[in-house]
């Protein structure tokens, strides 16, 4: 993973950047209603986050949506793309495969455990689409490329 100082803060939500060690620290997402970021991800250049409108208490009953975003201008422009599993699957973690962008979504820290969620594995391919490339019966929230 590239260190380009990226970081999310809960406290008032958003994608922040520091280019000082975390001096200071700037809001990159503006205007964004998707703001509870659960990860960052970015690799060759194009910085990728997931979030939610609201938190996970929202979560419990499908009362919230999700989109995600990506970025070639490190964080000048965002594109919300599309991806499977939205409006209500949260992508949580991002790996590469294969030279290929692939990451994990379900629903997390729900205040009462929902057994309906299944997790996906989501593969994006070189045109940039999100394609589902698997399901396990839990939500993804780590895999690692080996």
């Known amino acids: 993973?590239?260190?380009?100082?990226?970081?999310?803060?809960?406290?008032?939500?958003?994608?922040?950047?520091?280019v000082d060690g975390g001096d200071?620290?700037?809001?990159?997402?503006?205007?964004?209603?998707?703001s509870y970021i659960r990860r960052v991800f970015v690799h060759e250049g194009r910085v990728f986050f997931s979030g939610g409108e609201e938190a996970p208490?929202?979560?419990?009953?499908?009362?919230?949506?999700?989109a995600l975003f990506e970025s070639s201008?490190?964080?000048?422009?965002?594109?919300?793309?599309?991806?499977?599993?939205?409006?209500?699957?949260?992508?949580?973690?991002?790996?590469?495969?294969?030279?290929e962008v692939i990451c994990g979504s379900?629903?997390?820290?729900?205040?009462?455990?929902?057994d309906d969620v299944e997790g996906r594995i989501v593969r994006r391919d070189e045109e940039g689409e999100y394609h589902t490339a698997g399901r396990v019966d839990a939500n993804v929230s780590r895999i690692e490329a080996i």
Not at 24 to 34: H, L
């Open 57 to 66: 208490p929202a979560w419990v009953n499908d009362e919230h949506a999700t």
């Open 1 to 18: 993973m590239e260190n380009l100082g990226l970081g999310h803060a809960v406290g008032e939500g958003g994608l922040w950047r520091t």
């Open 24 to 34: 200071s620290w700037n809001r990159i997402d503006r205007g964004n209603d998707f």
């Open 106 to 114: 379900g629903l997390f820290d729900v205040p009462d455990q929902r």
């Open 73 to 99: 201008t490190f964080g000048r422009d965002w594109e919300r793309v599309s991806y499977p599993g939205e409006p209500h699957e949260v992508i949580e973690t991002w790996e590469t495969y294969d030279g």
